[in-house]
T-cell receptor, first 113, second 113 residues
Framework: DTGVSQDPRHKITKRGQNVTFRCDPI?????LYWYRQTLGQGPEFLTY????????KSRLLSDRFSAERPKGSFSTLEIQRTEQGDSAMYLC???????????FGSGTQLSVL | DAKTTQPNSMESNEEEPVHLPCNHS???????IHWYRQLPSQGPEYVIH???SNVNNRMASLAIAEDRKSSTLILHRATLRDAAVYYC??????????????FGKGITLSVRP
């Protein structure tokens, strides 16, 4: 069990650029979650997958955000035309099944200049 | 989602017990009480969860009021490494649509040496 891995740990980009983050969940965890966290706030839910199916999306996930989990293993979160308000920590979590505890990665810190 | 209420912050001395309160007066009969904590620059980490009975594990104890409208996370001997934000979260038992965790702001625990 190597834990949930997120890449990169830090990303600095200019406003208007596209960015993509990757999450590798714990092996054989079929549920994968994306959260966003700004300073002083708790994590906010963005979306989750069961295997390759995206089962729920938050209203926070605007049209500029897209997440995929093509083979039910790793996932990517892409933000197009980044805005300064997108600056946050993006957290990924996985769990083996429903109502099991979630295992979080260390996150990707995005700074949009 | 049912809401929880926690104090903003709490201070403790090292080696002493810590009691972190959480109010959840609108809890439903199928809501589990989960606690996660988040150390600086890390993703949240599962601590403990319970439904009705008090629970113990190697990290902490969870005391649940008889009416389930409040609970207390107990750290038996605080260490400096326990300084973190602690989140009390209600998570429905029903599978599928209610899979996500909804975080509040949590309580920031400071531990004095």
């Amino acid at each position: 069990d190597t834990g949930v891995s997120q890449d990169p740990r830090h990303k600095i980009t200019k406003r208007g650029q596209n960015v993509t983050f990757r999450c590798d969940p714990i092996s054989e965890h079929n549920r994968l979650y994306w959260y966003r966290q700004t300073l002083g706030q708790g994590p906010e839910f963005l979306t989750y997958f069961q295997n390759e199916a995206q089962l729920e999306k938050s209203r926070l996930l605007s049209d500029r955000f897209s997440a995929e989990r093509p083979k039910g293993s790793f996932s990517t979160l892409e933000i197009q035309r980044t805005e300064q308000g997108d600056s946050a920590m993006y957290l990924c979590a996985s769990s083996p099944w429903d109502n099991e505890k979630l295992f979080f990665g260390s996150g990707t810190q995005l700074s949009v200049l | 989602d049912a809401k929880t209420t926690q104090p903003n912050s709490m201070e403790s001395n090292e080696e002493e017990p810590v009691h972190l309160p959480c109010n959840h007066s609108t809890i439903s009969g199928t809501d589990y009480i989960h606690w996660y904590r988040q150390l600086p620059s890390q993703g949240p980490e599962y601590v403990i969860h319970g439904l009705t009975s008090n629970v113990n594990n190697r990290m902490a104890s969870l005391a649940i009021a008889e009416d389930r409208k409040s609970s207390t996370l107990i750290l038996h001997r605080a260490t400096l490494r326990d300084a973190a934000v602690y989140y009390c979260i209600l998570r429905p038992q029903v599978t599928g649509a209610n899979s996500k965790l909804t975080f509040g702001k949590g309580i920031t625990l400071s531990v004095r040496p």
